[in-house]
């Protein structure tokens, strides 16, 4: 229980508390959070002899100290301890209210009853009784209004039809409904037009797109290993295989199997084995002098513990050290879970092997060792450097046994998540579907179904859905469907300052939900409305702008390079995700990184997703070309502007300030000498890289004679006027390699420790946008241009690599580039570079037509940066 | 309360009352219920000796042996075979079989009223050697980069856990709302092996994590206008969005459209302010020159400037990163003999000058300035592969190194801890990198093993599950 009596003292401790100290309610929160760490599980951990978690324990049937006289609470050592004047238990932290105390002593005196925590016992299906049967449209809203009812609340009316059509697109597909979709859904007057939208929302191929990212988060995906190379990974066919799982439905059962051991089924497709690439998203590092060994059992361990997580809502991963203080995992059984996933012929190697070939791309995916080859030992205090006791495959004893004829391996640990015994996996299935569509889960701690967990305000309702979802065959479109048609869904999320006061977090459902779209969301629906989204589907990652220079990942030379044509307008979801610098417009609003699981993602909201919104080049691409959209399609760009973004008219007052501000802009822009230009023409200022040419070439395009020497020329030889008659002439690249690589093409040979270089080159009268510098060389380099030095690096990456150079470092006409390079190879060195620039746009007078035109980019920005926007309600 | 903070606490108290265990944000609880932003300055546990901290984080790990950590007896040593007891049941990153001793080629001499051991590397420092405690006897648990730095960093070699700078910013706030709490500045060339990991938020809300100021192209990204937008229109769009958001939450009332509100309005003020603290054109050239720095160019010298002029304006925590201290002696570039000179010479004088700067303000005493790598480098020569070529350098080390601390609260002209004859293990007084972690949280006025945030089922911590980190009392001043 979360915050809950600390913070909500309203709400909860009066409005919701009944008389009776509850064990599952009252007491076992209370002994998990104040006593378990020294009482609990953990037998290395005890004091005392004492153990509160069990009732034999507490009672001293198991041969340790009695705590607890069940019946009687004046004679419980427990009790004197928590009230003791001086020094009251717990030691540390606060000590328990004078509530808290009465809420155990009325426990004791009832005889210390303990029952299971709730979240291990199976769920129960149960029918939700209510008085007024005007509401419900199904057994949800049954469950949702009993609670309402016992508060005294009414829930709120259905929301408006616009509302509902966004609601639902955004929800189901993650991206906006078009506005002549949303538009016939508000005019379908048949009875079920909502249930005929949703169908035809879930039967949209974006379906797979928009849940495939929610799978993600879970299994870690990103396109690169991780660690300090960081290198690529190659793991989009597997991500590609969770999209058409998801749009073909499979079941959430074969789901599952396929991806922990889709290796092991009886004549295993191609996609079941690309289903296990689920678990080699691990990381792997490849750092220099790292022990293989150390990151393979790293990632097992990663394994064993996101198992537990995305499955069974459990902090497995708590147990590798020591047995769990909290839950019933032991040190112990942790290594026997282990023991299911230590079979794996995967060893941290750079080159992801086992892999399999999909096309050209190389998959990393589990492949077991035959025979076994590995003996699993407890890892005394977590350290795989202290192997302990053998131990073998198994499962928890808390829980069910492995199924009849399981196999003992990944396969056989697969088919006991998903069994019919197992008290947890599909409520946790469910309750993650109720949090991406309403905000929060049922069970808030979508990470932790275990003690130290939140329990759920509808426990009825969770288990009503466990169930259902069971009974469906783990069909889940299906059931989302349930979902959605439900009352409770389509409420409106408008708040009174009262309903706010009464339950800020809409934990009771007397509202609709309103929370801001996830990071995906908020670009995906700014090229949806500007007409920009590429609706292709699938294949290697793409690399959309983003600012120079996020990439500098230590002994890596790989560089981000803007996709070229619909590549740059994909989904979110296609987005290169480099675990050691993600994509930094989506990381701002708090898009994973991919380095771990991410059960649930924290919604912050900050003035770097402002600046993002407001700023980024991307948002503002999106500008420009949703309002050319608006002013194609309508009289009234005003209306169109606010159709495509929000899905609905605006109000009178909404487009009187919109209206303002667009003749405010217009003015502006009339006297704001190139603006208007660059605001209607965004994209092609923004693509430079799509107007360059050489205006020096390297050596890869042309042959290109520079003059040189090896011996230092003295003080001026960099200056514009510097008279080079005297040095040597030859083209590059300049080096020497004891074995060259085949793609050098060495011309000139350099072998000393020194090279000073000189030439020139032209440029264009009108001048240039955004030079740089190509530079392919393992040696250290400073560069002037006209006598004025430019740059310097001593990285030396042997590769073709980019650096922005000042825009006023060249002008029109003639330029003088000198060069010097220091030698830092030991085996070889080799300097070549050349300079590229890009073509100035050619912009014309700034007529009213442009202004006015213009104005709706500036008005267009601002709508995509609305609240309303970046929320979905 | 101005009206943007009480937009933001609308938004704070409900994302912190969703996010913390009862109780166990106690401290925050409280300080929110008043109203607070999630970055307002907030009461430490205890009297603190630093308000703000300066971490010097030298990327790849110099050679204490070069620097600071004198040992005659290892360049007696020099050039015979390692002892067999040394190398049995330890693993290397790259030193196969039998290595040789290796003595440094420096020469070192005593500094300050203290009689610091400083190297000829490092002749700035020596100057400031008295402000300074330095630490010779550090350890980790950890020998490859990345997982060694997100060790120090975040308190966990693997990925998840929350930064330094992120705890300080989550227990402290910061002093201007204007700027961020917690500034990075990389240098060198490259973002640290550990990469953005080692300025994350971790667990903690991303409000935490480190800001990435950029010394060339936009300081903060998306700072800047777009092309086409001028300052006066992005004020029209912003009036307008203030505006149509005011109409929105007047009909669907949801305090979180407040709060972003002021978070667009705070957006605007960032854009003033940061550029401004970033602009080092207007120091005077005294300041400059002792730094060392230019403005406009891409140096540690402007990164120290930078860091001084931030915690100036109340930032709380900066962290700078300076890569390439990697010296393992497989190419000319990772030669302690030809290329270690040059790191030395790029942050030598520009250390110096952060220390006396802050001195001559009166902002040492409770400003934290801590320096160091990653873990050490051996006592032996690396010999990757097997054999020697003509570089010279040495392989990763972890049972020993150094680190300095001066100024907040923190004793000056203090050595603290020995290494042996050789400098291969701690002979008295080690410092693990938890000790660290407790004693600069505790410098902070923070408990360190009371400053958690609950999530998967456990009190997380900087300095770990176990109590094992202890305040290095020795080193307080």
Redesign the interface.
């Known amino acids: 229980m979360r915050g809950r009596f600390a913070v909500l003292p309203i709400l909860w401790c009066c409005a919701l508390a009944s008389p009776a100290a509850d064990f599952q309610r009252d007491i076992r929160p209370l002994l998990a959070k104040k006593c378990f760490a020294c009482h609990g599980p953990d037998e290395h951990a005890r004091q005392a002899k004492l153990r509160l978690d069990t009732f034999e324990g507490a009672t001293g049937q198991d041969g340790g100290f009695p705590g607890i006289v069940p019946g009687n609470a004046a004679r419980s050592r427990v009790v004197a301890r928590i009230t003791h004047e001086s020094r009251p238990m717990p030691p540390s932290g606060e000590p328990l209210t004078g509530r808290e105390v009465a809420l155990v002593k009325e426990w004791i005196d009832a005889g210390a009853v303990y029952q299971r925590h709730w979240a291990f016992e199976k769920p129960v299906r149960r029918e939700p009784a209510v008085r007024d049967a005007s509401w419900p449209r199904n057994p949800i809203d049954g469950f949702v209004l009993a609670r309402l009812e016992k508060e005294n609340l009414r829930p709120s009316p259905e929301a408006d039809r616009y509302t509902l059509a966004r609601r639902l697109a955004l929800d189901l597909t993650g991206l906006p409904p078009d506005p002549t979709a949303a538009e016939a859904f508000v005019r379908d007057t048949r009875p079920d037009a909502y249930e005929r939208y949703a169908e035809s929302l879930l039967a949209s191929p974006h379906f797979g797109e928009r849940w495939a990212r929610v799978w993600l988060d879970l299994a870690r995906y990103a396109d690169t290993r991780g660690y300090e190379n960081d290198g690529r990974r190659t793991v989009w066919p597997y991500r590609d295989w969770v999209v058409r799982a998801l749009n073909a439905n499979i079941p959430f059962d074969e789901f599952t199997i396929k991806q922990l051991a889709g290796d092991l089924l009886d004549g295993a497709t191609e996609d079941d084995l690309i289903a296990t690439a689920f678990h080699r998203n691990t990381l792997t590092n490849t750092e220099g002098g790292t022990d293989d060994e150390e990151f393979r059992d790293a990632a097992v361990k990663d394994r064993v513990a996101v198992t537990g997580q995305v499955w069974m809502g459990l902090t497995w991963g708590c147990a590798q050290c020591h047995t769990h203080k909290y839950d019933p995992l032991s040190h112990k059984e942790f290594y026997q879970l282990y023991a299911f996933f230590n079979q794996t012929e995967d060893s941290d190697k750079p080159d992801d092997r086992p892999t399999i070939k999909i096309g050209e791309a190389s998959l990393p995916v589990m492949k077991e060792l035959v025979p076994a080859a590995r003996l699993t030992r407890i890892h005394e205090r977590g350290s795989f450097l202290n192997p302990g006791e053998p131990v073998d495959c198994g499962v928890p004893q808390a829980f069910h046994s492995l199924p009849e004829g399981a196999p003992k391996n990944r396969l056989g640990l697969a088919r006991w998540l998903m069994s019919a015994e197992n008290p947890l996996t599909a409520r946790v299935q469910v309750n993650r579907y109720w949090a991406r569509l309403f905000g929060a889960g049922l069970v808030e701690s979508e990470e932790d179904f275990g003690t130290q967990g939140s329990a759920p305000v509808h426990p009825e309702l969770l288990d009503w859905l466990a169930t259902e979802y069971v009974r469906l065959g783990w069909d889940t479109k299906a059931l989302l469907k349930t979902i959605v048609t439900s009352a409770t869904y389509r409420q409106n999320s408008d708040v009174t300052p009262e309903a706010y006061e009464r339950d800020p977090y809409n934990r009771l459902l007397a509202r609709g939900a309103r929370f801001r779209l996830d990071a995906e969301l908020v670009r995906d629906q700014a090229l949806a409305v500007s007409g920009l989204l590429s609706r292709k589907m699938g294949g290697p990652p793409v690399m959309p702008w983003q600012p120079p220079g996020i990439w500098q990942v230590v002994y890596n030379s790989e560089t981000w390079t803007t996709s070229e044509g619909e590549d740059r307008y994909r989904r979110s979801l296609y987005t290169f995700m480099r675990r050691s610098s993600p994509y930094p417009a989506m990381a701002a609003f708090d898009a994973p990184s991919g380095e771990t699981c991410t059960i649930r993602r924290i919604r912050t909201n900050t003035p770097l997703q402002a600046l993002a919104a407001l700023n980024d080049p991307v948002s503002m691409e999106s500008a420009q070309h949703l309002a050319l959209r608006a002013l194609k399609e309508g009289r009234s760009p005003a209306e169109r502007l606010f159709r495509f973004v929000l899905a609905r008219p605006p109000s009178a007052e909404e487009t009187a300030r919109i209206l303002a501000l667009h003749r405010e802009a217009r003015e502006e822009l009339r006297r704001g000498g190139e603006d208007a230009h660059k605001l209607l023409r965004y994209s092609e200022v923004l693509y430079a890289e799509d107007r360059e040419t050489a205006v020096l070439a390297d050596a890869r395009d042309a042959t290109v004679e520079w003059r040189y020497t090896e011996s230092d020329p003295g003080t001026d030889w960099a200056e514009a006027g510097y008279n080079d008659a005297a040095w040597s002439s030859g083209p590059g690249q300049f080096g020497h390699f004891e074995k060259p690589a085949d793609d050098l093409k060495l011309r000139t040979e350099w072998k000393t420790e020194n090279l000073w270089l000189r030439t020139t080159f032209d440029v264009p009268p009108g001048g240039v946008d955004k030079p740089k510098f190509v530079v392919r060389t393992n040696s250290a380099f400073e560069a002037w241009i006209n006598g004025a030095s430019v740059m310097s690096n001593n990285l030396g990456r042997n590769a073709y690599y980019e650096y922005e150079l000042p825009q006023a470092a060249l002008r029109p006409g003639r330029n003088a580039l000198a060069i010097k390079v220091t030698r830092l190879g030991e085996r070889g060195q080799i300097f070549d570079t050349g300079v590229v620039a890009s073509r100035k746009l050619d912009f014309g007078k700034v007529r009213r037509k442009h202004a006015d035109r213009a104005a709706w980019v500036v008005v267009a920005n601002t709508l995509l940066n609305l609240d309303e926007t970046v929320t979905r309600r | 309360m101005n009206p943007y903070l009480e937009a933001l606490s609308h938004?704070t108290r409900?994302?912190f009352?969703?996010?913390?265990?009862?109780?166990l944000a106690?401290m925050f609880?409280a300080s929110l219920a008043k109203g607070e932003a999630p970055l307002a300055a907030r009461q430490p546990h205890h009297e603190p000796k630093a308000k703000r901290v300066i971490y010097l984080h030298m990327a790849g790990s110099p050679s204490q042996l070069e620097l600071f950590d004198w040992k005659p007896e290892l360049v007696k040593y020099d050039g015979q075979n390692c002892p067999q007891h040394l190398l049995e049941g330890k693993?290397?990153?790259?030193i196969k079989g039998v290595p040789r001793m290796l003595g440094t080629p420096y020469k070192f001499a005593q500094h300050g009223g203290s009689g610091a051991w400083v190297s000829e590397l490092l002749p700035h420092f020596a100057t400031v050697v008295d402000d300074v405690t330095i630490i010779r006897s550090m350890t980790t648990q950890e020998?490859?980069?990345?997982?060694a730095q997100l060790f120090l960093h975040t308190g966990n070699p693997?990925?998840?856990a929350a930064s330094m700078g992120a705890w300080a910013t989550y227990g402290l706030g910061t002093e201007n709302q204007d700027l961020p709490g917690f500034v990075v500045l990389?240098g060198g060339?490259?973002?640290?092996?550990?990469?953005?990991?080692l300025w994350?938020s971790g667990f903690l809300?991303?409000?935490y994590q480190g800001?990435q100021c950029?010394t060339?192209?936009?300081p903060?990204?998306?700072?800047?206008?777009?092309?086409?937008?001028?300052r006066?229109?992005?004020r029209?769009?912003l009036?307008?969005?203030r505006?149509?958001?005011t109409?929105?939450?007047r009909?669907?009332?949801?305090?979180?459209?407040a709060?972003?509100?002021a978070?667009?309005e705070?957006?605007y003020r960032?854009?003033t302010a940061v550029p401004e603290v970033m602009d080092i054109s207007k120091e005077p050239a005294a300041m400059l020159e002792m730094y060392g720095a230019e403005p406009g160019a891409t140096s540690f010298a402007n990164n120290c400037l930078l860091a001084r002029r931030l915690v100036e304006k109340g930032v709380r925590f900066v962290q700078l990163f300076q890569?390439g201290w990697d010296h393992h002696g497989?190419?000319?570039?990772e030669d302690i003999r030809h290329d270690l000179p040059?790191k030395t010479r790029a942050v030598d004088q520009p250390i110096a000058a952060l220390i006396r700067d802050l001195k001559q303000r009166g902002m040492l005493d409770d400003t934290l300035v801590i320096w160091g790598g990653e873990f050490g480098r051996t006592p032996m020569r690396e010999n990757r592969g097997g054999s020697y070529?003509?570089?010279v350098g040495r392989?990763?080390h972890p049972y020993a190194f150094t680190m300095w601390l001066a100024g907040g609260g923190v004793k000056g002209g203090l050595n603290h801890g020995e290494t042996d004859d050789i400098g291969y293990y701690i002979a008295k007084d080690p410092v693990t990198v938890r000790d660290m972690q407790g004693t600069v949280l505790h410098l902070l006025g923070l408990d360190a093993?009371r400053l958690s945030y609950?999530f998967?089922?456990?009190n997380q911590r900087l300095i770990g599950?176990t109590d094992e980190a202890k305040v290095v009392k020795a080193l307080l001043a």
């Open positions: 938004d409900r994302h009352l969703e996010r913390c265990s009862m109780g106690g609880l693993r290397f990153a790259f020998f490859n980069h990345a997982p693997r990925f998840g990389v060339g490259n973002n640290p092996d550990g990469g953005k990991s994350g809300p991303s409000v800001v950029r060339s192209g936009d903060v990204l998306f700072l800047s206008d777009p092309e086409g937008i001028s006066s229109m992005r029209k769009t009036d307008a969005v505006d149509l958001n109409l929105q939450q009909r669907y009332g949801d305090p979180e459209t709060a972003r509100i978070q667009y705070l957006a960032m854009q890569w497989s190419s000319r570039r040059n070529g003509s570089f392989d990763h093993h609950p998967q089922g456990l599950p």
